[in-house]
Structures are given as C-alpha cells and as structure tokens.
C-alpha cells in the first residue's frame, strides 16, 4: 500500500529533506523524506492500527 502526503506549515517554512516516520499504534513502520514540493511517500503493509507521522522538526532553523 502506498500512503502519500504532503506537508505544508503554516509558517511558509519549507520542509525540504525533513526525516519522517510513519507509525502504527506508536511504532515506527516506515521512513520518508519530504521532496521539495512537500511531499513525501510511504510504501507499507496494510494491517490494523491507528497510523500517525512524526517530523523531526530540530532540522529547521529557529527564529
């Protein structure tokens, strides 16, 4: 199953090349990148699970 999405921040910071992490149930099953349109795809298993994406925010710079 391919799971896509795209990220947009309401601060119109770009989150080119931020790592994520695709978890089911708080697992981590998947890795992405974000591509310079904000987009990043997932290629997993189906199954059961509640699914959620963490973004390692610490890569952008602060204000």
Known sequence: ??????LELASGQSLKGAPLQLLRDGVAIARA???S????????????????????????PRS
Do not use: E, N, W, Y
């Open 33 to 35: 990148s974000v591509d």
């Open 37 to 60: 349109l904000g987009q990043a795809t997932f290629d997993v298993r189906p199954g059961p699970g509640k699914l959620a994406v963490r973004v390692d925010r610490s890569i952008l």
């Open 1 to 6: 199953m391919t799971i896509k999405l795209k």
